[in-house]
């Protein structure tokens, strides 16, 4: 039986270090190399890389740039100050008023009324070169002006042109003002339905009514232009009101109108622009003579055009100070030292060089930021023109009390909303600036940016960015292998 010899084990042979035991840091190693056997570049690899590189140097500016600029906040507070009284400060130039006639005035909502201020505010005469001279209107001017361009609806006209006979038709017969405004001349006959020459009269007057109203009887001004006449008759035992206010004491009573005339009480005969009263016969030729006799007598239509009323304008500047409550500081006419000039036909056209509010100088509004100084003086070298008579304008203001924490700076901030509004015959036109105070306070003040939030900022911007390359790579990659695979296959 033949010997077996078995070998007897010797020692293991050594193995190398790294792959006979771990060391100890093994385990938390999260940035572990990757032989560069088993890596490989690509094209798409560089240009991400290079992508990645330039958006990480584009936001690093950004970022660097937010943290070292510093970015004003906001936030809203109930209104800390505490005075009692507010400074406005107005630098307005009225381009039609000169300064004897100029008053500036307040109002506030406490029902305080002061007129015709004069502490601290001053007035400077404009447009010396003598030039432009203005002029009063004449009465012809007014009503042309004033009523040429009106136009009425047919149901305004068919009101306007009906007979006064019974408070109970369809009509509303409840201004006579505007049935006189309505035409260059209105003839009346004011009658009563118990008065035995009233009923005598009657068919005198619906012939001539019918002639005048249709046209067959024509009149014409002193420029032998046609006037628009038109004929009704008023029932006074309907509207014995109308007839108190317009005096009548007998019947009938025929009157000849002028568009624009006084109509209440206070009318007077032979007033231009009033009534004349027939004292004829009354007969159809006797009528209308003496119609045409008195409309012969004015110039309707003369082609009159807007212009200044007085020689110069007013620069009015100062200071004013006001409660702390909303109010109105107005301009207008006042007392006119003139005879010829009428405070209601008065132009308020301005131009606003300055409109502040706080004692804050002006100077330092170049320091504030934009969005806040612009918002300081939004009227500043604006205009606003009233074209035609009996136009008041009105502005609205509401004023916001702004604190810069930085400086201990206070600004009031204002928006600004105006409007032309038409106001009633016979009241003096107003350049109105309302103002209303917000009853909180915007406080202003700086972001503070640590410096760790810029250096988490950093880190998040370049982590990201190769991210998001890596992954747009990772894509790529990808879809070129299922491309050529598809490919490979069709082939």
């Given at each position: 039986?033949p010997?077996?010899?078995?070998k007897?084990?010797?020692p293991?042979?050594?193995m190398?270090?790294?792959?006979?035991?771990?060391?100890w840091y093994?385990?938390?190693?999260?940035?572990?190399?990757v032989?560069s056997?088993?890596?490989?570049a690509?094209?798409t690899?560089?240009?991400?890389?290079?992508?990645?590189?330039?958006?990480?140097?584009?936001l690093?500016a950004?970022e660097?740039?937010a943290f070292l600029t510093d970015?004003p906040t906001?936030?809203?507070?109930v209104?800390?100050?505490?005075?009692?009284l507010?400074?406005?400060h107005?630098?307005?130039s009225?381009?039609?008023?000169?300064?004897d006639?100029?008053?500036?005035?307040?109002?506030?909502a406490f029902?305080?009324e002061r007129f015709?201020i004069?502490?601290?505010?001053?007035?400077?005469?404009?447009?010396h070169?003598?030039?432009n001279?203005g002029?009063?209107?004449?009465e012809e001017?007014?009503?042309e002006?004033?009523?040429?361009?009106?136009s009425f609806?047919?149901?305004?006209?068919?009101?306007?042109?009906?007979?006064?006979?019974?408070?109970?038709d369809k009509?509303?017969?409840?201004?006579?003002?505007?049935?006189?405004d309505?035409h260059d001349f209105?003839m009346?006959?004011?009658?009563?339905?118990?008065?035995?020459?009233?009923?005598?009269?009657?068919?005198?007057w619906?012939e001539?009514e019918t002639?005048?109203n249709?046209?067959?009887?024509?009149?014409?001004?002193a420029?032998?232009?046609?006037?628009?006449?038109h004929?009704?008759?008023?029932n006074c035992?309907d509207?014995e009101?109308?007839?108190g206010?317009?005096?009548?004491r007998f019947?009938?009573?025929?009157?000849?109108?002028?568009?624009?005339?006084?109509t209440g009480g206070g009318g007077k005969?032979?007033r231009l622009?009033?009534?004349?009263e027939?004292?004829?016969?009354y007969?159809v030729e006797?009528l209308s003579?003496?119609m045409k006799?008195?409309?012969?007598?004015?110039?309707?239509h003369?082609g009159?055009?807007?212009?200044n009323i007085?020689?110069?304008?007013?620069?009015?500047?100062g200071?004013v100070?006001?409660?702390?409550?909303?109010?109105?500081?107005?301009f207008?006419?006042g007392?006119s030292k003139?005879?010829d000039?009428?405070?209601?036909f008065t132009n308020v056209?301005?131009t606003?060089h300055h409109l502040?509010f706080?004692?804050?100088?002006?100077?330092?509004?170049?320091?504030?930021?934009?969005?806040?100084?612009?918002?300081?003086?939004?009227?500043?070298k604006?205009t606003?023109v009233?074209?035609k008579?009996?136009?008041?304008?009105?502005?609205?203001?509401?004023?916001?009390?702004?604190?810069f924490?930085?400086?201990?700076?206070?600004?009031y901030?204002?928006?600004?909303?105006?409007s032309?509004q038409?106001i009633?015959?016979?009241?003096?036109?107003?350049?109105?600036?309302?103002?209303?105070?917000?009853?909180v306070?915007?406080?202003v003040?700086k972001?503070e940016?640590?410096?760790?939030d810029?250096?988490t900022q950093?880190?998040?911007?370049?982590?990201?960015?190769?991210?998001?390359?890596s992954l747009?790579s990772?894509f790529?990659k990808l879809?070129?292998?299922?491309?050529?695979?598809?490919?490979?296959k069709?082939?």
């Open positions: 039986r010997e077996i010899h078995r007897t084990p010797g293991a042979p050594r190398l270090p790294q792959v006979a035991g771990k060391a093994h385990g938390f190693d999260a940035f572990r190399k032989p056997d088993l890596s490989e690509s094209i690899g560089a240009v991400m890389t290079l992508m990645a590189v330039g958006t990480c140097l584009a690093f950004c660097t740039n970015a906001t936030r809203l507070v209104d800390t100050n505490e005075d009692e507010l400074k406005i107005f630098d307005i009225m381009i039609d008023m000169d300064c006639h100029l008053t500036v005035g307040i109002w506030d029902g305080t015709n004069s502490r601290d505010i001053r007035k400077q005469r404009v447009d070169t003598g030039m001279k002029r009063a209107y004449n001017e007014l009503l002006l004033e009523f040429g361009d009106r609806t047919a149901e305004e006209l068919a009101e306007l042109d009906s007979d006064w006979g019974s408070s109970s009509f509303k017969h409840d201004n006579f003002q505007a049935v006189v309505a209105t009346i006959n004011f009658y009563a339905d118990w008065c035995g020459h009233c009923r005598q009269f009657a068919p005198t619906n001539l002639s005048v249709e046209r067959k009887i024509l009149a014409v001004d420029d032998g232009k046609a006037a628009n006449v004929l009704l008759k008023l035992v509207f009101d109308t007839c206010e317009q005096m009548i019947y009938p009573t025929v009157r000849l109108y002028r568009r624009g005339g006084v005969s032979g622009g009033g009534f004349e027939y004292r004829g016969e007969n006797a003579s003496w006799g008195e409309i012969v007598k004015r110039h309707l003369t009159a055009k807007y212009h007085f020689s110069e304008g007013c620069r009015i500047f200071t100070d006001v409660a702390r409550v909303p109010g109105t500081l107005h207008q006419v007392k003139e005879r000039i009428n405070p209601a056209s301005h606003v502040t706080g004692d804050a100088p002006r100077s330092l509004k170049a320091k504030l930021p934009r969005q806040y100084s612009q918002h300081v003086d939004p009227l500043a604006q606003f009233a074209d008579f009996h136009k008041a304008l009105s502005h609205f203001i509401k004023v916001v009390h702004t604190r924490e930085d400086s201990g700076f206070r600004s901030q204002q928006t600004h909303q105006w032309e038409t009633q015959r016979g009241t003096t036109p107003q350049a109105k600036f309302s103002y209303d105070l917000a009853p306070e915007v406080v003040g972001a940016r640590r410096w760790y810029y250096i950093i880190f998040a911007i370049t982590g990201g960015a190769f991210t998001i390359m747009a990772s790529l879809s070129t292998l299922q491309v050529k695979r598809m490919l490979d069709m082939q």
